[in-house]
């Protein structure tokens, strides 16, 4: 009877360091709240306007749109770390449930969006899907996390602006059109890259028959993000910001 009680006990311990191991990895939010970025990938500039928006957007609205960046998911699937991060951080009106978050983890290649019940109607899986498909992995494939953050982020401000009828103001002059300053700004750099595209292909096939362009074909099929969202069907919402 001992044995077994000591057996219970050493379990029951084990499931308790365990628990507590889990809560532990979700790391608290930063003191701005709308941008966690661990992974450091985003310009002061980018953090700002997502920061000053989010203000405005709550002030009208009560909805929050959150973003973070993490270098390790501590074990867990990218969904169950997404869904433990906003129950964590208490994003969104807790009355509307309004709040949605985009996690990023580059060192695998994943990302995913997060929405809150009060979002689900404008926001569901399909549109969330289409939104890290067309408007931000396209930039993060280029390496450009910028422009793929903003280009995202004003697809989203897109949809809860018309569903609330307001306007952000945050989103004209010094910040309007984030995404597309980012892109050309890489304009440049992209001219010098095909060049050298282009003449890695002549010596390639000239010298090598095209060996070196086939097996970086093959390589280049194995990578790239991956993405997904889910809407979180009643489940309960944040506190203010």
């Not at 992974?39 to 700002?48: R, V, Y």
């Not at 009106?93 to 580059?106: A, H, R, T």
């Not at 093959?218 to 990578?223: D, E, K, P, S, Y």
Request: aromatic fraction near 12%; charge should be negative.
């Amino acid at each position: 009877m001992k044995k077994h009680k000591n057996r219970f006990i050493l379990l029951l311990a084990a499931f308790l360091i365990l628990l507590s191991t889990s809560v532990y990895a979700i790391p608290n939010p930063s003191y701005d709240f709308y941008v966690y970025d661990e992974a450091n990938i985003l310009s002061t500039t980018t953090e700002n306007y997502i920061i000053e928006t989010n203000k405005e957007l709550y002030n009208k609205t009560g909805a929050q749109v959150v973003w973070a960046t993490i270098n390790d998911l501590e074990g867990m699937d990218i969904n169950t770390y997404a869904t433990a991060l906003f129950d964590e951080w208490d994003i969104g009106s807790k009355d509307l449930d309004n709040g949605l978050l985009v996690l990023i983890v580059p060192n695998n290649g994943e990302l995913w969006i997060e929405v809150g019940y009060g979002l689900e109607g404008i926001l569901p899986d399909g549109r969330t899907k289409r939104i890290i498909e067309e408007n931000i992995i396209p930039y993060f494939s280029q390496g450009d996390y910028d422009a793929g953050v903003l280009s995202g982020y004003e697809e989203i401000l897109n949809y809860i602006e018309s569903e609330y009828n307001i306007e952000l103001q945050t989103r004209d002059g010094n910040y309007y059109s984030r995404a597309d300053q980012a892109q050309s700004l890489s304009t440049i750099p992209r001219i010098f890259l095909v060049i050298g595209v282009i003449i890695f292909l002549f010596i390639d096939f000239k010298f090598f028959g095209g060996w070196l362009t086939i097996h970086l074909i093959r390589g280049l099929g194995r990578g790239g993000y991956s993405g997904g969202g889910s809407g979180r069907s009643g489940s309960r919402g944040g506190g203010g910001r």
